[in-house]
């Protein structure tokens, strides 16, 4: 049984039912779960500089193998001295294995048992992933938790799930042979679909190989959030205790609380960013779109308890005109504004755990209005 590459450790320090608070300590720092990471794809969070990402709070940043395998290549990365030098990021990064993408982006796809072969969505070149691939891809960029390869199968497919976990488990377990950088600490992926058996089954095996963390993959794709709430159930009293749990890909706020309470400790979500590059913005009663003409006269910030420099700074009214405007700062001001919000509630579930009145915080925040359409 293998477990934390020498300079990784994780530690509960507190626990409120399910929910954990933990202190992850990793080459780059350390990452206080809950965790929001925010998504740079392209080794960068869009519209936002790495100093803001700082003042922001952040700690963890995920960057998508996929995308930068394909451009600008991970053998340039590595040239110009890895993932954190090159995106200018002191802190944690967190890389996927470029498997979902592959999956949900690339123009054509033919998978084997060996591995994937695709053509790329920019250019159309025909490409070849491999867990073996992946897993020299990664360490190329060189980010601090990386995935390994998996087979990403619709979720209601129960066949189709069967065949891809047999699949994903294999290479895991060619992933965990293939790693070969000690400060990297590589984290199993969960498959199986809504079916609570095969994801008991895919969290046994992949626990016994001993990865230092594991991620919950295949949900957020279509199923319901009961059905995600089952899974996540299912799996809990089977996940070993001591390690990190990363729920890929969800992270709006209520699935934040969600999964917090059913014991998961890291999240990712574009939510933030892309809901900014479509001009709204996150608010306590929900998703405001700032183009409104009813905002062209308004005085008032995004939230008037939000404490984020956006909303410490600029009216609705003066963000209503960058958006109309066409003005990229409006990009950034709208970022600040819902990144602040997950990273805050982030904090604020955190604190909640530590003080041991989290289910109060959790019973609250579903009954208020709190991002009821999100
Ligand atoms: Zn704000």
Redesign the pocket.
Known sequence: MTGFPSNFEFEITALHGRARAGTFNTPHGKIFTPVFAPVGTQASVKAITPAQLHELGASLVLANTYHLYLRPGDELIAEMGGLHQFMNWPGPILTDSGGYQVFSLAATRKIDDDGVTFKSHIDGSLHRLTPEKSISIQENLGADIIMAFDDCPPPGDREYNLRALRRTHSWAERCLKAKTHPDQALFGIIQGGVFSDLRCRSVEYLAHLGFPGFAIGGLSVGETKDQMHAVLEAIDPLLPEDRPRYLMGVGTPRDFVNGVMRGVDIFDCVLPTRLARHNAVLTLTGRLNLVNATFSRDPS???EH?T?Y??RSFSRAYLRHLIVSKEMLAATLLSI?NL??LLQLAREIRQSILDSRFDDFATRFFESEKFQNL
């Open positions: 910030p995004i939230d939000c984020c956006t909303c504004h602040h919000t």
